[in-house]
Nanobody, 117 residues
C-alpha cells in the first residue's frame, strides 16, 4: 500500500516561515497529483494547495502569494513552503496523494502547525 509521512510542523510566531515535507512510499509518486489540506478545530478540512505530476499548481485564495507547493519526484516528496504565517493558518496539515489512474486517494497522518501572535 501507499504510505504518506508528513514532517516539519511546529510552533512559529506570526510573520514567520515554516516548511512541510511529505514523503510517499512506492514508485507511483510521479503519476500522482499531490495536495496539502488543513483542518482547524471546529472547521472542515480544506484544500490548501495542489500540484500535478507536470508541475501545475493551484492554491486556496487564503494562502495565495504566501505558500508555495513543490515536488521532487526523484525523492518521492512534496513540499509546502509557508511564509508570512498568520494565526489563522493554525491547523493540522495533511498530505494527500491522488492516483487519478485508479481514482484512489491516500492520506498522511497530519502534522500540527501552530502560529502564535
Amino acid at each position: 500500500q501507499v504510505q504518506l509521512v508528513e514532517s516539519g510542523g511546529g510552533l512559529v510566531q506570526a510573520g514567520g516561515s515554516l516548511s512541510l515535507s511529505c514523503r510517499a512510499s512506492g514508485s507511483i509518486f510521479s503519476i500522482a497529483n499531490m495536495n496539502w489540506y488543513r483542518q482547524a478545530p471546529g472547521n472542515q478540512r480544506e484544500l490548501v494547495a495542489s500540484i500535478t505530476g507536470g508541475g501545475s499548481t493551484n492554491y486556496a485564495d487564503s494562502v495565495k502569494g504566501r505558500f508555495t507547493i513543490s515536488r521532487d519526484n526523484a525523492k518521492n516528496t512534496v513540499y509546502l513552503q509557508m511564509n508570512s504565517l498568520k494565526p489563522e493558518d493554525t491547523a493540522v496539515y495533511y498530505c494527500n496523494a491522488y492516483l487519478y489512474v485508479i481514482s484512489q486517494n491516500y492520506w498522511g497522518q497530519g502534522t500540527q502547525v501552530t502560529v502564535s501572535s
